[in-house]
């Protein structure tokens, strides 16, 4: 008499040691600079053999772009009813993903040449920075506003924050966002076709 095939359960061990390293990766970026991390620290943290991890992912940059893929944090749009209010919001948050622990190393992770070849990650980064952003300028122009087109706000909003974080630039916090914002609606990078109300 034949035995009846073990069904497979959900997920398996290899879900599972993936979420326990993909686990101990995040833990650990919080505990230390990421620079300091090593794929035999993350192993002990995930309860797995260096091996395992090793032979899954080869290298701890190919690791960290993984993570930052799965975990990536989607900027939430904001909802005042006020372009410049939740322009302003947009870009604290924005900072706040970069300047959270490991977030910028897990950004130059997701977008190495080295890793990704094809740009699928800068393509993911970008999509997550800007999901929000979209949000944002879709209810401004719903309130029969004309705001600045998702390019601009990339290169005088996005572009600068990503810059002096990731050169470590001195006093880049939250008043500096939001005196990007204020730039903006200066007029000093607004061109004539574009209305900020």
């Not at 001195?170 to 000093?188: H, I, K, N, Q």
Request: negative net charge; hydrophobic residues 40%; glycine residues 8%.
């Amino acid at each position: 008499m034949n035995a009846e095939p073990l069904a497979k359960r959900p997920g398996g061990r290899s879900a599972r040691v993936r979420a326990a390293v993909h686990q101990a990766v995040a833990d650990l970026a919080g505990e230390r600079d990421v620079s300091q991390l090593t794929i035999p620290a993350v192993a002990e943290r995930a309860g797995v053999n260096p091996t395992t991890v090793y032979r899954r992912w080869g290298t701890l940059q190919a690791l960290l772009a993984e993570v930052a893929a799965v975990h990536g944090t989607e900027i939430p749009p904001s909802s005042s009813g006020d372009l410049r209010t939740d322009l302003e919001e947009y870009a604290v948050r924005t900072l706040a993903d970069l300047t959270r622990p490991g977030g910028i190393a897990f950004f130059r992770a997701e977008v190495s040449p080295d890793i990704d070849e094809r740009r699928s990650g800068l393509r993911e980064c970008l999509q997550r920075a800007t999901a929000g952003l979209d949000t944002v300028l879709e209810a401004s122009r719903g309130r029969g506003e004309t705001p600045p087109p998702p390019e601009r706000l990339l290169d005088r909003i996005v572009a600068p924050l990503y810059f002096r974080v990731v050169f470590s630039v001195p006093d880049t916090d939250e008043t500096y966002a939001r005196a990007l914002v204020a730039d903006l609606f200066s007029g000093a990078w607004q061109h004539p076709e574009v209305g900020l109300r």
